[in-house]
Every structure is written in C-alpha cells, then in structure tokens.
C-alpha cells in the first residue's frame, strides 16, 4: 500500500499538484531534523493507521480511500502544529 501513500519529496517539487501542502512537506521533514528517508517512514505509518479509522469512509478504496486518508493527516497534523503538545501547559493538565 505504501507505493500508493504520496512520496514527500515528489509532493515538494510537484508544487502541491500531489494535493500535499508544500509548507506541509517542508514542517514535516524539519520535525525528522530533515531526514526524509525517517521522514517518510513515518509519514507512511501514520497514513496506514488513518485508513483504519473513520476519517476514511468504509466504500472507499484505492485512491480514494488513500486521498481521504492523506487529507485527514494532513489535517490532524497541522493542527497538532498549532497546538503543540506541551505537558508544561495548563491546557495539557488533566485535573
């Protein structure tokens, strides 16, 4: 399934004709401190695990079901840029 998931370096030099944000691809590789090999590693683990969850609809299949399961990535993970994770914070303290 893999060979189908958007290799990152081609998202980058596509433009984002790969439906991949190109700001995206860029935050994603500097988070691997620009090892695109561990890069897309982990992207690809990350897409798999999304087409098993609700964000894809059970019909999809194929590309669809690999386009949705990119869209809600991309998604979960921009947001998790805006919201950094910091145990530090109050907002990540459970009472």
């Known amino acids: ?3 189908t ?3 990152l ?3 980058l030099h596509s ?3 790969s439906n991949l944000p190109v700001g995206f691809v860029k935050y994603f590789v500097k988070l691997h401190s620009g090892d695109w090999r561990l890069a897309q590693d982990h992207w690809e ?5 999304v087409l ?3 964000a894809v609809e ?6 669809r079901a690999i386009h949705q399961a990119v869209q809600a990535t ?8 805006r919201c950094p994770l910091d145990p530090t914070s109050p907002a990540s303290r459970r009472p």
């Not at 991309?74 to 840029?81: A, D, P």
Request: net charge negative; aromatic share 2%.
């Open 58 to 63: 059970r019909a999809a299949s194929g590309h």
């Open 5 to 7: 998931i958007p290799l």
């Open 74 to 81: 991309v998604s979960f993970l921009e947001n998790m840029e």
């Open 1 to 3: 399934m893999a060979e």
């Open 9 to 11: 370096q081609e998202a």
């Open 15 to 17: 433009g984002g004709a």
């Open 45 to 49: 683990r990350i897409v798999e695990m």
């Open 52 to 54: 098993k969850t609700d």
